[in-house]
């Protein structure tokens, strides 16, 4: 069974701070992506990865893909309010897509 | 709002009984993907259906079934329900026309529908 687990599982931050959430399993993808959900909604695609080593950004948002496609972080610089909400990394496979633990960021004004 | 449509948005029930959860994929999209969410057991791939086929299939229970109508819109029916199978149960659409899950497409979820067995 593959499984991701993330760390930390929570996180309560000021306004402005940086961060760092990771995202790590033993088991080898094709890709990996990370998605935000709030309260009420489904989530939210913000990036796929591909390439081991792979690095994206979104703003103030950077993603980050191990060399051996096992693992990946996602640093957010300068943090605000409406970055609050939990994140999920996703790793996909063939005939399969492995949902992390979960990441629930607190961003504080 | 991403397109994608599920009704109803919440639903009470009692055990033993059998629901049936409804989902419309955003126009155009020809695949679905059914998602079970639960505090103990995070986001859980159940299935995917293509064009109404059955294309993957995860960690669904065999009281679980689903299925994809012409129209495209699919239904996950629970039954012989147990306390453990109250969630949020989210559906999501891609437009993916190859095989199995392709790893650059684009899911996007609906709202959800939270059950909740008592």
């Known amino acids: 069974t593959q499984l991701l687990e993330q760390s930390p599982q929570f996180l309560s931050i000021q306004e402005g701070e940086n961060l760092t959430v990771y995202c790590n399993s033993s088991s080898v993808f094709s890709s990996l992506q990370w998605y935000r959900q709030e309260p009420g909604e489904g989530p939210v695609l913000l990036v796929t990865?591909?390439?081991?080593?792979e690095v994206k950004k979104l703003k103030r948002l950077t993603f980050q893909f191990g060399d051996a496609r096992k693992d990946s972080s996602l640093h957010i610089t300068a943090a605000q309010p409406g970055d609050t909400g939990l994140y999920l990394c996703?790793?996909?496979?063939?005939?399969?897509?492995?949902f992390g633990t979960g990441t629930k960021l607190q961003v504080i004004p | 709002d991403s397109g994608v449509t599920q009704t109803p948005k919440h639903l009470i029930t009692a055990t033993g009984q059998r629901v049936t959860l409804r989902c419309s994929p955003r126009s155009g999209d020809l695949s679905v993907y059914w998602y079970q969410q639960s505090l103990d057991q995070g986001l859980q791939f159940l299935i995917q259906y293509y064009n109404g086929e059955e294309r993957a299939k995860g960690n669904i229970l065999e009281r679980f079934s689903a299925q994809q109508f012409p129209d495209l819109h699919s239904e996950l029916n629970l039954s012989s329900l147990e306390l453990g199978d109250s969630a949020l149960y989210f559906c999501?659409?891609?437009?993916?026309?190859?095989?199995?899950?392709?790893?650059?497409?684009?899911?996007?979820f609906g709202p959800g529908t939270r059950l909740t067995v008592l």
């Open positions: 999501a659409s891609s437009q993916l026309a190859g095989t199995g899950v392709s790893h650059t497409d684009t899911q996007y």
């Open positions: 990865v591909v390439t081991g080593g």
């Open positions: 996703a790793g996909r496979g063939y005939q399969k897509v492995t």
